[in-house]
Protein backbone atom coordinates (compact mmCIF):
# COMPACT_ATOMS: atom_id res chain seq x y z
CA UNK A 1 0.00 0.00 0.00
CA UNK A 2 0.90 3.56 -0.96
CA UNK A 3 1.99 6.13 1.81
CA UNK A 4 -0.34 7.90 2.76
CA UNK A 5 -0.50 11.66 1.81
CA UNK A 6 -2.34 13.95 4.40
CA UNK A 7 -2.78 17.44 4.38
CA UNK A 8 -3.45 19.94 6.78
CA UNK A 9 -6.07 23.10 5.50
CA UNK A 10 -7.24 25.71 7.86
CA UNK A 11 -7.59 29.51 8.34
CA UNK A 12 -4.37 31.75 8.67
CA UNK A 13 -2.44 31.16 12.16
CA UNK A 14 -4.75 28.64 13.53
CA UNK A 15 -1.48 26.62 14.10
CA UNK A 16 -1.10 24.24 10.83
CA UNK A 17 3.04 25.42 10.63
CA UNK A 18 3.17 24.45 14.55
CA UNK A 19 1.33 20.93 13.87
CA UNK A 20 3.22 20.35 10.99
CA UNK A 21 6.31 20.32 12.81
CA UNK A 22 4.78 18.45 15.41
CA UNK A 23 4.14 15.65 13.18
CA UNK A 24 7.32 15.34 11.58
CA UNK A 25 9.58 16.43 14.22
CA UNK A 26 11.38 19.42 12.97
CA UNK A 27 11.64 22.85 12.42
CA UNK A 28 11.29 22.51 8.64
CA UNK A 29 8.00 25.29 8.82
CA UNK A 30 8.31 28.53 10.04
CA UNK A 31 6.14 29.16 12.74
CA UNK A 32 4.87 32.82 14.23
CA UNK A 33 2.16 35.05 15.54
CA UNK A 34 1.38 36.43 12.66
CA UNK A 35 -1.15 35.26 9.91
CA UNK A 36 -0.26 34.16 6.33
CA UNK A 37 3.63 33.74 7.29
CA UNK A 38 2.55 30.30 5.13
CA UNK A 39 2.09 30.50 1.31
CA UNK A 40 3.73 27.68 -0.60
CA UNK A 41 2.94 23.95 0.46
CA UNK A 42 5.47 22.08 2.01
CA UNK A 43 5.51 18.39 2.44
CA UNK A 44 7.31 16.32 5.24
CA UNK A 45 7.73 12.81 6.52
CA UNK A 46 5.53 12.39 9.56
CA UNK A 47 7.42 10.92 12.72
CA UNK A 48 4.53 11.16 15.25
CA UNK A 49 2.04 7.85 15.31
CA UNK A 50 2.78 4.25 15.09
CA UNK A 51 2.50 4.31 10.83
CA UNK A 52 4.37 5.82 7.92
CA UNK A 53 2.56 9.04 6.36
CA UNK A 54 3.51 12.37 4.29
CA UNK A 55 1.95 15.50 5.66
CA UNK A 56 1.68 18.60 3.42
CA UNK A 57 1.07 21.72 5.45
CA UNK A 58 -0.73 24.85 3.32
CA UNK A 59 -1.25 28.08 3.53
CA UNK A 60 -4.11 29.52 4.99
CA UNK A 61 -7.45 30.87 3.60
CA UNK A 62 -8.75 33.87 4.31
CA UNK A 63 -11.31 34.38 1.28
CA UNK A 64 -9.51 37.22 0.10
CA UNK A 65 -9.36 37.72 -3.62
CA UNK A 66 -6.17 40.19 -3.96
CA UNK A 67 -2.64 40.01 -3.82
CA UNK A 68 -0.95 36.80 -2.99
CA UNK A 69 -4.13 34.98 -1.69
CA UNK A 70 -6.07 33.53 -4.66
CA UNK A 71 -2.06 31.92 -5.32
CA UNK A 72 -2.14 30.41 -1.81
CA UNK A 73 -5.58 29.19 -2.60
CA UNK A 74 -4.15 26.87 -5.46
CA UNK A 75 -1.58 25.85 -3.30
CA UNK A 76 -3.92 24.49 -1.01
CA UNK A 77 -6.35 23.12 -4.10
CA UNK A 78 -3.39 21.14 -4.60
CA UNK A 79 -2.52 19.70 -1.68
CA UNK A 80 -6.08 18.62 -1.16
CA UNK A 81 -6.89 17.07 -4.24
CA UNK A 82 -3.26 14.87 -3.90
CA UNK A 83 -4.14 13.92 -0.03
CA UNK A 84 -5.82 10.96 0.93
CA UNK A 85 -7.17 12.91 4.30
CA UNK A 86 -7.53 16.06 5.02
CA UNK A 87 -6.82 17.59 8.83
CA UNK A 88 -9.12 20.73 9.00
CA UNK A 89 -7.89 22.74 11.36
CA UNK A 90 -9.44 25.75 13.96
CA UNK A 91 -9.02 27.82 16.64
CA UNK A 92 -10.27 26.50 20.05
CA UNK A 93 -9.42 29.58 22.01
CA UNK A 94 -11.42 31.71 18.90
CA UNK A 95 -14.44 29.66 18.88
CA UNK A 96 -16.26 29.26 15.45
CA UNK A 97 -16.11 32.21 13.48
CA UNK A 98 -17.83 32.43 10.08
CA UNK A 99 -14.44 32.00 7.80
CA UNK A 100 -13.91 28.69 9.48
CA UNK A 101 -17.64 27.74 7.59
CA UNK A 102 -16.53 28.92 4.30
CA UNK A 103 -13.16 26.76 4.54
CA UNK A 104 -15.26 23.95 5.12
CA UNK A 105 -17.13 24.40 2.66
CA UNK A 106 -14.33 24.80 0.29
CA UNK A 107 -12.76 21.40 1.64
CA UNK A 108 -16.35 20.02 0.92
CA UNK A 109 -16.03 19.90 -2.82
CA UNK A 110 -12.95 17.95 -2.98
CA UNK A 111 -15.05 14.95 -1.17
CA UNK A 112 -11.86 13.77 0.74
CA UNK A 113 -12.29 12.14 4.13
CA UNK A 114 -12.03 15.47 6.79
CA UNK A 115 -11.31 15.59 10.06
CA UNK A 116 -12.20 18.71 11.98
CA UNK A 117 -9.32 19.40 14.35
CA UNK A 118 -9.70 21.86 17.04
CA UNK A 119 -6.30 23.33 18.01
CA UNK A 120 -4.93 25.63 20.96
CA UNK A 121 -6.84 23.65 23.62
CA UNK A 122 -4.63 23.58 26.29
CA UNK A 123 -5.60 24.40 29.89
CA UNK A 124 -9.11 24.00 28.63
CA UNK A 125 -12.23 21.51 29.03
CA UNK A 126 -12.36 19.32 25.78
CA UNK A 127 -15.71 19.20 25.53
CA UNK A 128 -16.75 22.63 26.55
CA UNK A 129 -14.20 23.92 23.72
CA UNK A 130 -15.15 21.95 20.42
CA UNK A 131 -19.06 22.36 21.37
CA UNK A 132 -19.75 25.14 18.71
CA UNK A 133 -18.07 23.37 16.22
CA UNK A 134 -20.47 20.21 16.11
CA UNK A 135 -23.37 22.74 13.92
CA UNK A 136 -20.03 22.49 11.23
CA UNK A 137 -21.23 18.58 10.23
CA UNK A 138 -17.71 17.00 10.18
CA UNK A 139 -18.41 14.47 12.88
CA UNK A 140 -16.71 14.30 16.11
CA UNK A 141 -14.13 17.10 16.55
CA UNK A 142 -10.83 16.28 17.55
CA UNK A 143 -9.46 18.53 20.76
CA UNK A 144 -5.62 18.84 20.68
CA UNK A 145 -2.72 21.08 21.09
CA UNK A 146 -0.05 20.87 18.39
CA UNK A 147 2.33 23.22 20.44
CA UNK A 148 2.55 21.32 23.64
CA UNK A 149 1.35 17.86 21.79
CA UNK A 150 -1.94 16.89 23.37
CA UNK A 151 -4.08 14.33 21.94
CA UNK A 152 -1.33 14.42 18.65
CA UNK A 153 -0.26 11.06 18.24
CA UNK A 154 -4.03 9.77 19.30
CA UNK A 155 -5.60 11.85 16.68
CA UNK A 156 -2.96 10.97 14.12
CA UNK A 157 -3.77 7.28 14.56
CA UNK A 158 -7.13 7.75 14.35
CA UNK A 159 -6.54 9.31 10.58
CA UNK A 160 -4.21 6.73 9.34
CA UNK A 161 -5.99 3.59 10.51
CA UNK A 162 -9.13 5.10 9.19
CA UNK A 163 -7.89 6.07 5.72
CA UNK A 164 -8.98 3.19 3.15
CA UNK A 165 -7.56 2.61 -0.24
CA UNK A 166 -10.03 2.24 -3.02
CA UNK A 167 -9.79 -0.76 -4.94
CA UNK A 168 -7.23 -0.63 -8.10
CA UNK A 169 -5.42 2.31 -5.84
CA UNK A 170 -2.09 2.88 -6.83
CA UNK A 171 0.87 1.16 -4.80
CA UNK A 172 4.33 2.15 -3.39
CA UNK A 173 7.41 0.68 -4.75
CA UNK A 174 7.39 -2.91 -3.79
CA UNK A 175 10.99 -3.86 -2.15
CA UNK A 176 10.03 -7.62 -2.76
CA UNK A 177 9.80 -6.72 -6.24
CA UNK A 178 12.72 -4.84 -7.19
CA UNK A 179 16.03 -7.10 -5.18
CA UNK A 180 18.90 -5.83 -5.12
CA UNK A 181 20.75 -2.21 -4.94
CA UNK A 182 17.83 0.56 -5.91
CA UNK A 183 19.17 3.73 -6.64
CA UNK A 184 16.75 6.92 -7.30
CA UNK A 185 17.87 9.44 -9.58
CA UNK A 186 16.12 12.53 -8.86
CA UNK A 187 16.06 16.47 -9.43
CA UNK A 188 14.69 19.21 -11.53
CA UNK A 189 13.59 19.04 -14.25
CA UNK A 190 15.34 18.57 -17.64
CA UNK A 191 18.06 18.23 -16.33
CA UNK A 192 19.04 15.19 -17.78
CA UNK A 193 17.74 12.42 -14.87
CA UNK A 194 16.09 9.92 -17.69
CA UNK A 195 19.25 10.54 -20.62
CA UNK A 196 22.02 9.58 -17.54
CA UNK A 197 20.18 6.55 -16.97
CA UNK A 198 19.66 5.58 -20.48
CA UNK A 199 23.84 6.17 -20.32
CA UNK A 200 24.31 3.71 -17.51
CA UNK A 201 22.03 0.84 -19.33
CA UNK A 202 24.04 1.76 -22.52
CA UNK A 203 20.66 2.06 -24.21
CA UNK A 204 17.39 4.21 -25.08
CA UNK A 205 15.39 2.59 -22.27
CA UNK A 206 13.55 6.24 -21.19
CA UNK A 207 12.19 8.74 -23.28
CA UNK A 208 14.79 11.28 -23.17
CA UNK A 209 13.71 14.71 -24.62
CA UNK A 210 15.05 18.22 -24.35
CA UNK A 211 11.51 19.48 -22.68
CA UNK A 212 10.86 19.90 -19.11
CA UNK A 213 8.40 17.19 -17.67
CA UNK A 214 9.23 14.60 -20.50
CA UNK A 215 9.01 12.19 -17.52
CA UNK A 216 5.76 11.88 -15.22
CA UNK A 217 5.71 9.41 -13.20
CA UNK A 218 8.35 7.34 -11.20
CA UNK A 219 9.64 4.59 -13.58
CA UNK A 220 11.55 1.57 -11.90
CA UNK A 221 14.37 -0.55 -14.69
CA UNK A 222 15.77 -3.28 -13.06
CA UNK A 223 18.80 -4.08 -15.10
CA UNK A 224 22.15 -6.50 -14.41
CA UNK A 225 25.89 -5.44 -14.25
CA UNK A 226 28.79 -7.78 -13.20
CA UNK A 227 26.41 -10.46 -11.59
CA UNK A 228 24.82 -7.61 -9.03
CA UNK A 229 21.49 -6.94 -9.96
CA UNK A 230 20.20 -2.86 -9.50
CA UNK A 231 16.82 -1.31 -9.95
CA UNK A 232 17.11 2.58 -10.98
CA UNK A 233 14.29 4.68 -9.72
CA UNK A 234 13.68 7.65 -12.37
CA UNK A 235 11.49 10.15 -10.87
CA UNK A 236 9.02 13.17 -12.39
CA UNK A 237 11.19 16.55 -12.05
CA UNK A 238 10.19 18.64 -8.97
CA UNK A 239 9.33 21.92 -10.30
CA UNK A 240 8.81 25.07 -8.16
CA UNK A 241 5.53 24.97 -6.75
CA UNK A 242 4.04 28.40 -8.06
CA UNK A 243 5.42 26.60 -11.69
CA UNK A 244 2.93 23.55 -11.30
CA UNK A 245 0.32 24.46 -12.98
CA UNK A 246 -0.87 20.64 -14.72
CA UNK A 247 -2.56 18.48 -11.96
CA UNK A 248 -0.31 15.46 -13.40
CA UNK A 249 2.55 16.88 -12.08
CA UNK A 250 0.84 17.62 -8.46
CA UNK A 251 2.38 14.29 -7.60
CA UNK A 252 5.69 14.41 -8.10
CA UNK A 253 7.03 15.47 -4.59
CA UNK A 254 5.18 12.48 -3.22
CA UNK A 255 6.72 10.37 -5.80
CA UNK A 256 10.10 11.57 -5.08
CA UNK A 257 9.90 11.25 -1.45
CA UNK A 258 8.46 7.36 -1.78
CA UNK A 259 11.23 6.53 -4.54
CA UNK A 260 13.94 7.84 -1.63
CA UNK A 261 12.52 6.53 1.05
CA UNK A 262 12.81 3.02 -0.98
CA UNK A 263 15.82 2.99 -2.33
CA UNK A 264 20.15 2.14 -1.59
CA UNK A 265 21.31 5.42 -3.00
CA UNK A 266 20.08 8.62 -3.94
CA UNK A 267 21.62 10.33 -7.16
CA UNK A 268 21.01 14.00 -6.71
CA UNK A 269 21.49 15.51 -10.68
CA UNK A 270 22.02 19.42 -11.07
CA UNK A 271 21.88 21.25 -13.94
CA UNK A 272 25.72 22.53 -14.84
CA UNK A 273 24.29 25.61 -16.90
CA UNK A 274 22.09 27.11 -14.83
CA UNK A 275 24.18 25.74 -11.48
CA UNK A 276 22.87 25.00 -7.63
CA UNK A 277 19.19 26.91 -7.31
CA UNK A 278 16.69 26.92 -4.19
CA UNK A 279 15.03 24.20 -5.80
CA UNK A 280 18.44 21.73 -5.70
CA UNK A 281 18.99 22.41 -2.03
CA UNK A 282 15.40 21.79 -1.09
CA UNK A 283 15.79 18.19 -2.74
CA UNK A 284 19.13 18.11 -1.30
CA UNK A 285 16.62 18.57 2.11
CA UNK A 286 14.30 15.61 1.53
CA UNK A 287 17.16 13.53 0.41
CA UNK A 288 19.07 14.13 3.67
CA UNK A 289 15.73 13.36 5.53
CA UNK A 290 15.50 10.07 3.73
CA UNK A 291 18.43 9.37 5.24
CA UNK A 292 19.83 7.01 2.07
CA UNK A 293 23.26 7.06 0.28
CA UNK A 294 24.00 10.43 -1.02
CA UNK A 295 25.59 11.38 -4.56
CA UNK A 296 25.88 13.99 -6.29
CA UNK A 297 25.94 14.47 -9.95
CA UNK A 298 26.45 18.02 -11.99
CA UNK A 299 25.33 17.35 -15.87
CA UNK A 300 26.09 19.11 -19.11
CA UNK A 301 29.60 19.69 -17.67
CA UNK A 302 30.92 19.72 -21.25
CA UNK A 303 28.75 22.43 -21.96
CA UNK A 304 29.38 25.17 -20.06
CA UNK A 305 32.32 28.02 -20.26
CA UNK A 306 35.65 27.82 -17.91
CA UNK A 307 34.11 30.83 -16.12
CA UNK A 308 30.62 28.91 -15.26
CA UNK A 309 32.93 25.80 -14.12
CA UNK A 310 34.90 28.10 -11.74
CA UNK A 311 31.52 29.07 -10.62
CA UNK A 312 30.28 25.87 -10.26
CA UNK A 313 32.98 24.52 -8.03
CA UNK A 314 32.82 27.59 -6.03
CA UNK A 315 29.43 26.52 -5.24
CA UNK A 316 30.23 23.08 -4.68
CA UNK A 317 32.28 23.91 -1.72
CA UNK A 318 30.34 26.90 -0.13
CA UNK A 319 26.77 26.42 -0.75
CA UNK A 320 27.48 21.89 0.08
CA UNK A 321 29.51 22.59 2.76
CA UNK A 322 27.04 20.42 4.88
CA UNK A 323 27.61 17.46 3.29
CA UNK A 324 30.99 16.84 2.96
CA UNK A 325 30.75 13.32 2.86
CA UNK A 326 28.92 12.94 -0.53
CA UNK A 327 30.71 13.13 -3.15
CA UNK A 328 30.21 15.17 -6.35
CA UNK A 329 30.54 14.20 -9.75
CA UNK A 330 31.25 16.56 -13.08
CA UNK A 331 29.62 14.27 -15.78
CA UNK A 332 28.02 14.90 -19.20
CA UNK A 333 25.22 11.65 -19.46
CA UNK A 334 24.74 12.77 -23.38
CA UNK A 335 28.28 12.47 -24.33
CA UNK A 336 28.98 9.66 -21.23
CA UNK A 337 32.09 11.53 -19.93
CA UNK A 338 32.18 10.90 -16.03
CA UNK A 339 29.37 8.15 -16.03
CA UNK A 340 31.40 5.26 -15.02
CA UNK A 341 33.13 6.86 -11.91
CA UNK A 342 29.92 7.75 -11.14
CA UNK A 343 28.07 4.36 -11.01
CA UNK A 344 31.32 3.17 -9.64
CA UNK A 345 30.96 5.37 -6.56
CA UNK A 346 27.12 4.38 -6.21
CA UNK A 347 28.66 1.17 -5.75
CA UNK A 348 30.82 2.05 -3.27
CA UNK A 349 27.95 3.87 -1.20
CA UNK A 350 25.71 1.08 -1.03
CA UNK A 351 29.00 -1.44 0.31
CA UNK A 352 28.99 1.50 2.75
CA UNK A 353 25.64 1.99 4.06
CA UNK A 354 25.01 -1.84 4.10
CA UNK A 355 27.96 -2.40 6.27
CA UNK A 356 27.84 -4.33 9.44
CA UNK A 357 30.34 -3.65 12.09
CA UNK A 358 31.06 -5.75 15.46
CA UNK A 359 29.99 -4.00 18.46
CA UNK A 360 33.80 -4.73 19.92
CA UNK A 361 35.21 -2.97 16.90
CA UNK A 362 32.96 0.24 17.67
CA UNK A 363 33.75 0.14 20.83
CA UNK A 364 37.72 0.29 20.16
CA UNK A 365 36.84 3.51 17.89
CA UNK A 366 34.81 4.91 20.95
CA UNK A 367 37.65 4.41 23.59
CA UNK A 368 39.89 6.10 21.03
CA UNK A 369 37.83 8.90 20.06
CA UNK A 370 37.41 9.72 23.57
CA UNK A 371 41.38 9.53 24.23
CA UNK A 372 42.17 11.82 21.21
CA UNK A 373 39.33 14.22 22.15
CA UNK A 374 37.71 14.00 25.60
CA UNK A 375 33.89 15.08 26.33
CA UNK A 376 33.58 18.78 27.79
CA UNK A 377 32.65 18.73 31.08
CA UNK A 378 28.99 19.46 31.88
CA UNK A 379 27.76 21.11 35.42
CA UNK A 380 31.64 20.55 36.41
CA UNK A 381 31.27 16.59 35.72
CA UNK A 382 33.02 14.67 33.04
CA UNK A 383 30.37 13.14 30.58
CA UNK A 384 31.12 9.63 30.15
CA UNK A 385 30.64 7.54 27.23
CA UNK A 386 30.86 3.81 28.44
CA UNK A 387 29.60 1.50 25.13
CA UNK A 388 28.44 1.66 21.32
CA UNK A 389 26.85 -0.47 19.38
CA UNK A 390 24.86 -0.58 16.06
CA UNK A 391 20.92 0.06 16.18
CA UNK A 392 20.54 -0.05 12.16
CA UNK A 393 21.72 -0.08 8.65
CA UNK A 394 21.01 2.03 5.63
CA UNK A 395 21.99 4.67 7.16
CA UNK A 396 23.80 3.39 9.96
CA UNK A 397 22.83 4.36 13.54
CA UNK A 398 25.03 4.12 16.48
CA UNK A 399 23.61 3.58 19.85
CA UNK A 400 26.19 5.28 22.40
CA UNK A 401 25.43 4.89 26.04
CA UNK A 402 26.56 6.43 28.89
CA UNK A 403 26.06 9.44 31.74
CA UNK A 404 24.96 12.60 30.88
CA UNK A 405 25.30 11.87 27.08
CA UNK A 406 22.37 13.73 26.81
CA UNK A 407 23.83 17.20 27.49
CA UNK A 408 26.49 16.68 24.79
CA UNK A 409 27.00 19.28 22.48
CA UNK A 410 26.11 19.38 18.54
CA UNK A 411 29.74 19.50 18.12
CA UNK A 412 31.31 16.61 19.94
CA UNK A 413 28.36 14.68 17.77
CA UNK A 414 29.68 15.85 14.50
CA UNK A 415 33.15 14.91 15.80
CA UNK A 416 32.01 11.37 17.12
CA UNK A 417 30.20 10.86 13.35
CA UNK A 418 33.47 12.10 11.44
CA UNK A 419 35.64 9.83 13.41
CA UNK A 420 32.93 6.34 12.86
CA UNK A 421 32.48 7.64 8.99
CA UNK A 422 36.43 7.54 8.52
CA UNK A 423 37.42 4.15 10.82
CA UNK A 424 34.73 2.21 9.09
CA UNK A 425 34.75 4.03 5.45
CA UNK A 426 30.48 5.26 6.01
CA UNK A 427 31.62 7.21 2.25
CA UNK A 428 28.39 8.62 1.22
CA UNK A 429 25.99 8.19 3.96
CA UNK A 430 25.10 10.12 6.67
CA UNK A 431 25.97 8.63 10.32
CA UNK A 432 22.93 9.07 13.17
CA UNK A 433 23.94 8.95 16.80
CA UNK A 434 21.60 8.30 19.29
CA UNK A 435 22.15 8.17 22.98
CA UNK A 436 20.79 6.52 26.16
CA UNK A 437 21.67 7.72 29.57
CA UNK A 438 22.35 4.97 31.49
CA UNK A 439 19.73 4.92 35.15
CA UNK A 440 21.53 4.90 38.54
CA UNK A 441 19.60 1.86 40.09
CA UNK A 442 20.39 3.99 43.57
CA UNK A 443 18.89 7.11 42.43
CA UNK A 444 15.63 8.11 44.55
CA UNK A 445 16.54 5.35 46.99
CA UNK A 446 17.39 6.13 50.79
CA UNK A 447 21.31 5.03 50.98
CA UNK A 448 21.51 2.17 53.66
CA UNK A 449 25.28 2.99 54.41
CA UNK A 450 24.29 6.68 55.18
CA UNK A 451 21.27 5.28 57.08
CA UNK A 452 23.94 3.02 59.40
CA UNK A 453 26.37 5.71 59.55
CA UNK A 454 23.74 8.23 61.47
CA UNK A 455 22.68 5.07 63.73
CA UNK A 456 26.51 4.68 64.69
CA UNK A 457 26.71 8.64 65.31
CA UNK A 458 23.52 8.89 67.23
CA UNK A 459 24.91 5.56 69.42
CA UNK A 460 28.15 7.16 69.77
CA UNK A 461 27.10 10.75 70.69
CA UNK A 462 24.54 9.10 73.47
CA UNK A 463 27.82 6.89 74.45
CA UNK A 464 29.73 10.35 75.37
CA UNK A 465 26.81 11.64 76.60
CA UNK A 466 26.54 9.11 79.15
CA UNK A 467 30.09 9.14 80.25
CA UNK A 468 30.66 12.33 80.65
CA UNK A 469 27.50 12.56 82.96
CA UNK A 470 28.60 9.83 85.10
CA UNK A 471 31.94 11.32 85.50
CA UNK A 472 30.28 14.55 86.48
CA UNK A 473 28.36 12.52 89.02
CA UNK A 474 31.31 10.78 90.69
CA UNK A 475 33.10 14.09 90.89
CA UNK A 476 30.11 15.52 92.94
CA UNK A 477 30.00 12.43 94.74
CA UNK A 478 33.60 12.74 96.03
CA UNK A 479 33.66 16.85 96.56
CA UNK A 480 30.51 15.75 99.19
Known sequence: MKKPVIAIVGRPNVGKSTLFNRLTRSRDALVADYPGLTRDRQYGTGRTGNHPYIIVDTGGLSGEQEGVEPVMASQVNLAIEEADAVLFLVDGRAGLLTADEEVASYIRRFNKPTYLVVNKSEGRDAQIISADFFQMGLGQPHVISSAHGDNVNNTIDIVISNIAMTEGAEESFNLDDHPGVRVAVIGRPNVGKSTLINRILGEDRLVAFDLPGTTRDSIFVPFEKNGQEYTLIDTAGVRRRKNIKQKIEKFSIVKAIEAMESCNVVILVIDGLEGITDQDLTLLGL???????????????????????????HQLEYKLQFVEYAKKHLISALHGSGVNDLFKTVKNVYHAVMKKVSTSQLNRVLEQAVLDHQPPLISGRRVKLRYAHLGGINPPRLIIHGNQVDKLPKAYTTYLKNVFRKAFKWDGTPVFIEYKTSTNPFENKKSSFKHRRGQSETQATNTFLKRKNKKKTQTKRRSN
Open 287 to 313: ALESGRGLVIAVNKWDSISKEQKKEIK
